[in-house]
């Protein structure tokens, strides 16, 4: 049984993602739109991150080098990880198989689009 969500918890975005300049945009969107951004540039800075800070929902690449996006899920608890939106530049048929159990955002989505997906996270 995990612990109970704060609303500022909830409001709290993790991205992670390898392109400094996609990274930025996300932070500044989230930031301009309300929400606290987290931001990791691998994995393993993120694993890292929400072992100490908890976020509602994670914004994760899912082609990076190192850790891949789908080692990241493999490793997030159970019990208390974020809800996923996975970002890639691939199409979505190609990432069929990640999109039944988890949200998608194409990367150069733009700042209305990722607003309307957080809304429909119902944060």
């Known amino acids: 049984m995990g612990r109970k969500t704060t609303e500022d918890e909830t409001r709290r975005v993790l ?27 691998d994995g393993q800075e993120a694993l890292d991150s929400l072992s100490q ?27 208390d990880s974020p809800r996923v939106v996975f970002l890639t530049s691939a199409e979505a048929h190609e990432v069929g198989g990640a999109l039944r159990s988890h949200y998608y955002l194409p990367k150069g989505a733009n700042r209305d689009q990722l607003s309307l997906m957080l809304q429909s996270l119902g944060i």
């Open 15 to 41: 991205i992670v993602d390898d392109d400094a300049d996609w990274r930025e945009f996300l932070r500044l969107s989230l930031e301009e739109l309300g929400y606290e951004a987290v931001v990791a540039a």
């Open 53 to 79: 800070t908890r976020c509602g929902v994670m914004l994760l690449d899912l082609n990076m080098p190192g850790m891949n996006g789908f080692e990241v899920l493999e490793r997030l608890p159970r019990d």
